[in-house]
């Protein structure tokens, strides 16, 4: 039997709260997996894990987390070869976060950074309980995932449980386009069908590339190789978990342990990431 661990990234103060009850994207979709034969591990992470001591942050941890961030757009604009366009990387992720902090007052840079401790570390808890639950297969959540048609979602998500060769990791979100990430030049077809009821798309990169981290499935083998190359990295200067897992990629790659396979793409992703609607 295939076994799937769902876990969800929110909080308590989350305008998506909706993810974190029965009528979230997370629950209904254990519940339509379960219903065709999938077993489901599902978890809902609502708490701040971010501890002031271990994880100390100040005005100062906001400047190298600034200059951090803006050398690892440029790090990751060259390794996407040829570089995204500066409008794709001003559309970024990265772009976005660099804005808020240099524009925002003191208190709200350092609360901005706080947060993205905690969702760092909300993260790698659930990445740590999906491994450690016995799975095969871990997708992540961030609660403003929602799917519009969680039928096709359902279906899509049981046909890539036993896809072969499997991915190392499915990014099944709909928020940057392919042309805003810079990286169509390196997708190309998978003969694989999406098992859904709605005409995708499933594309493999030739090497490792990501999209947000709103709905990610990881086979928990390749997980546990990232989380490993992830604790490798410093915990200091603090960026997003995309970007810390991009990092992670690109020391993957310079490894050798991912390569052309590790990476697949739904397009057009059958969950929606509200937040950027």
Same mark, same amino acid.
């Given at each position: ?153 359902? /279906? %899509?998500? *049981? @046909?890539?449980?036993? +896809? ?10 709909? #928020? ?78 310079? /490894? %050798?342990? *991912? @390569?052309?396979?590790? +990476? ?10 509200? #937040?950027?609607?």
């Amino acid at each position: 039997m295939t076994s799937l661990f769902v876990g969800v990234v929110s909080h308590e103060g989350s305008q998506f709260t909706v993810s974190q009850g029965p009528d979230g994207l997370a629950e209904k979709l254990a519940a339509g997996l379960r219903s065709i034969g999938v077993s489901v591990d599902l978890r809902i992470n609502t708490a701040d894990l971010q501890d002031p001591v271990s994880h100390p942050i100040d005005e100062a941890t906001v400047k190298q987390s600034l200059r951090a961030q803006s050398q690892l757009e440029k790090d990751w604009a060259t390794y996407l070869d040829p570089p995204m366009s500066v409008t794709a990387r001003f559309k970024s992720s990265a772009g976005r976060y660099l804005r808020d902090l240099q524009s925002g007052i003191r208190s709200k840079r350092v609360s901005t950074v706080t947060r993205l401790i905690n969702i760092e570390l909300s993260h790698l808890d659930l990445f740590d309980a999906g491994v450690a639950s016995g799975s095969e297969w871990v997708l992540v959540l961030e609660d403003d995932a929602m799917a519009p048609n969680v039928g096709d979602c359902v /279906a %899509g998500i *049981a @046909g890539l449980t036993r +896809a072969t060769p499997r991915p190392g990791f499915v990014n099944l979100s709909q #928020s940057f386009s392919l042309e805003e990430l810079g990286i169509s030049h390196l997708l190309e077809p998978r003969g694989t069908p999406w098992q859904g009821d709605v005409d995708r798309r499933i594309l493999v990169a030739q090497r490792p590339v990501t999209n947000t981290v709103c709905a990610v499935m990881y086979h928990s083998e390749f997980l546990q190789h990232m989380l490993q190359a992830m604790r490798r990295l410093p915990f200091y200067p603090v960026v997003p978990i995309d970007w810390r897992i991009n990092q992670a990629l690109m020391a993957m790659v310079e /490894a %050798g342990t *991912a @390569g052309s396979n590790t +990476a697949w793409f739904v397009e057009p992703g059958p969950i929606d990431q509200m #937040s950027m609607r």
